[in-house]
Antibody, heavy 118, light 112 residues
Framework: QVQLVQSGAEVKKPGASVKLSCKAS????????IEWVRQAPGQRPEWMGW????????RYSQKFHGRVTITKDTSANTAHLDLSNLKSEDTAIYYC???????????WGQGTLVTVSS | DIVMTQSPDSLAVSLGERASINCQSS????????????LAWYQQKPGQPPKLLIY???TRESGVPDRFSGSGSGTDFTLTISSLQAEDVAIYYC????????FGQGTKVEIK
């Protein structure tokens, strides 16, 4: 079955960077886009960006002003999210999710809690 | 970005009764060339990621019980749970994918 398994929780100080991973299994990794969505406590989900594992194309939300980088390791069926210059408002659960063509998310990872605190 | 607004923010419904959640988009999410509404619904239970219920405004995802249905077009949409079950207690989100994906603020469904 389709699975997206994410890396463990992180605690970071303001100004630091964090790199999260999302390992896919149960389907052809190159066929589906991997998207990253975050959800701050009690808030609605917020889209951050995507990568097409087939060709490496990426697109990011303008909200993050260049702080987000999404990469992939096709040999490991894994996508990564890098978020730099962390702020306290980046404290959230970060999810990876899968899309195919149209941008509704049919499978999700379990989420990674990132806490930013001095 | 398209702003999604849901109503109500929360509702309490008796077991076996109908629950309806509304979602309004700040601009139409109906794509005229294919006559499809780019609107999805998700269910999120505590400590879990969102789960896709409905896409194209009214197409039920595989495995989703048929008591869940979606309707609407353009800017106004509704998710209906025809007969509320205890396991349906959750927060429900609408999401548009006409443009950069955006979500509604969520509607919390509880048992009365």
């Amino acid at each position: 079955q389709v699975q997206l398994v994410q890396s463990g929780a992180e605690v970071k100080k303001p100004g630091a960077s964090v790199k999260l991973s999302c390992k896919a299994s149960g389907y052809s990794f190159s066929t589906y886009t991997i998207e990253w969505v975050r959800q701050a406590p009690g808030q609605r989900p917020e889209w951050m960006g995507w990568i097409n594992p087939g060709n490496g194309n990426t697109r990011y939300s303008q909200k993050f002003h260049g702080r987000v980088t999404i990469t992939k390791d096709t040999s490991a069926n894994t996508a990564h999210l890098d978020l730099s210059n962390l702020k306290s408002e980046d404290t959230a659960i970060y999810y990876c999710a899968r899309t195919f063509g149209e941008r509704y998310f049919d499978s999700w990872g379990q989420g990674t809690l990132v806490t930013v605190s001095s | 970005d398209i702003v999604m607004t849901q109503s109500p923010d929360s509702l309490a419904v008796s077991l076996g009764e109908r629950a309806s959640i509304n979602c309004q988009s700040s601009q139409s999410v109906l794509y005229s060339s294919n006559n499809k509404n780019y609107l999805a619904w998700y269910q999120q239970k505590p400590g879990q990621p969102p789960k896709l219920l409905i896409y194209w405004a009214s197409t039920r995802e595989s495995g989703v019980p048929d008591r869940f249905s979606g309707s609407g077009s353009g800017t106004d949409f509704t998710l209906t749970i025809s007969s509320l079950q205890a396991e349906d207690v959750a927060i429900y989100y609408c999401q548009q994918y006409y443009g950069t994906p955006t979500f509604g603020q969520g509607t919390k469904v509880e048992i009365k």
